[in-house]
């Protein structure tokens, strides 16, 4: 079989209207819920905790000016507002940078299989300036005050953040975590033009080239996110560490990707795209990836929550007492169900990640906990009295999110073939068989 007998139709994505729509509907809805919550005018509600609802809701009031965890220092503005524009950028980052760590992976291992998937891919880098924009208005709109606040405003007598300052300050952390962005926007591209130039002239160097860049840049992604991890997720809370961090934020990224990646499969394929070029034993791998990477994330949360307990230095404790308290435990145990118990059971047998409809369900329980993830990895910094926010205003930014998302990806997948026509492994790929 070769490209030849797949019709150019099948490849040649164009975007309904009707997505469009709904993506922009997605974005307009997502706006007016931000501005909403921006002007301080959303009701707040919490469930469980030692304070009630109203007295919350006095807490954070309409100017919302100083926080009611105590440790946040007054003068910062609407904490709401900026806590769920972060959300949003810890929920986006993994969106549009699990697609260039895809390709530079397969690249690096010359792996065939993947070369009809790929083209999809190599377009989630377009995504990237739109988390960028959304550390940008924390970093530089005021929200340092809020969501960082624990280390901006240290007293001088806190030593442990004192001899973390060469680390935690505001000039090199906006600095860096700025530059990170825009690098990997940079290795997006680069693979993106290499790729898609390849469909015009076929130079096999291109692919050679591209596995020298996959080299290169899974150096930096390594200590990239890394960087990233600690800074945006973890330093919310700076009293608190684990050296497995950078990893645990990983196992969700590729979580991410891999669903992410099924759910534009199971779209193509369902709107007649692609034909024989991409079929059930490539959509089977996109599976065995997104269980193997269920079972990795449960590894590295269990490790971290075991090396805590034994260890038993308050410092470390303190972080999963806020997490086991109130109505935080329940989220716990929603998180548990959703990243572990559901798609391990869900994925474990082999048919079921052939079958395109019974992936999307278990796709978007895996974006789900994605998002219960970061939500329960950043809100407690919050609500650390145990009581549980009920966020109807803050979907405003994951909504934006996730309409951008489709959106940008749709129409740059309009600009190309669905799949990279020259690859020199792709008669291999098409010939994949499990």
Not at 133 to 157: E, K, N, R
Not at 342 to 362: G, S
Request: net charge neutral.
């Amino acid at each position: 079989m070769s490209t030849s007998v797949v019709s150019e139709e099948k490849l040649k994505f164009r975007m309904p209207g009707r997505l469009q729509t709904i993506c922009l509907a997605l974005i307009g809805v997502g706006l007016a819920l931000t501005v909403v919550l921006a002007l301080g005018l959303a009701p707040h509600w919490t469930l469980g905790g030692e304070h009630a609802a109203s007295e919350h809701a006095a807490e954070h009031g309409a100017t919302a000016a100083e926080h009611s965890g105590g440790e946040h220092e007054a003068g910062a503005w609407n904490p709401r507002f900026f806590f769920a524009i972060h959300l949003a950028a810890l929920v986006a980052i993994p969106l549009g940078l699990g697609g260039i760590f895809f390709v530079a992976v397969n690249h690096l291992a010359g792996a065939a299989w993947n070369v009809t998937v790929r083209r999809v891919a190599e377009n989630y880098w377009w995504f990237l300036p739109v988390p960028l924009l959304l550390i940008a208005i924390v970093l530089f709109g005021g929200g340092m005050d809020s969501v960082f606040s624990h280390w901006v405003h240290a007293p001088a007598t806190d030593e442990l953040i004192q001899k973390k300052s060469w680390w935690l300050n505001r000039p090199t952390f906006e600095l860096r975590n700025v530059i990170i962005v825009l690098l990997w926007i940079l290795f997006g591209f680069l693979f993106w033009k290499q790729s898609t130039s390849q469909d015009a002239d076929g130079r096999i160097s291109r692919t050679r080239l591209m596995a020298k860049l996959g080299g290169g840049f899974l150096v930096f992604f390594g200590l990239s996110y890394s960087i990233s991890g600690w800074d945006l997720s973890m330093s919310t809370y700076p009293h608190w560490f684990s050296t497995i961090w950078a990893v645990y934020i990983f196992a969700g990224m590729a979580l991410t990707l891999y669903a992410s990646l099924v759910l534009w499969v199971w779209y193509l394929k369902k709107n007649g795209y692609y034909g024989d070029a991409l079929n059930e034993n490539h959509f089977h791998d996109l599976g065995k990836f997104m269980f193997g990477h269920t079972i990795f994330w449960t590894y590295i949360a269990v490790s971290q929550y075991m090396l805590i307990y034994y260890g038993h230095i308050p410092e470390e404790t303190v972080w999963y007492q806020y997490r086991l308290t109130g109505g935080w435990y329940y989220v716990t145990l929603l998180l548990v169900l959703t990243r572990f118990v559901a798609p391990f059971f869900l994925l474990v047998r082999r048919e079921p990640k052939r079958d395109y409809n019974y992936m999307k369900r278990v796709a978007i329980l895996v974006l789900f906990g994605q998002v219960l993830d970061m939500f329960w990895i950043l809100y407690p910094v919050l609500h650390h009295d145990g009581g549980v926010p009920v966020l109807l205003a803050e979907l405003g930014p994951l909504l934006i999110v996730g309409g951008s998302f489709v959106l940008i990806i749709g129409k740059m997948l309009e600009r190309h073939a669905l799949i990279p026509q020259k690859d020199p492994r792709l008669e291999e790929c098409l010939h994949f068989h499990q």
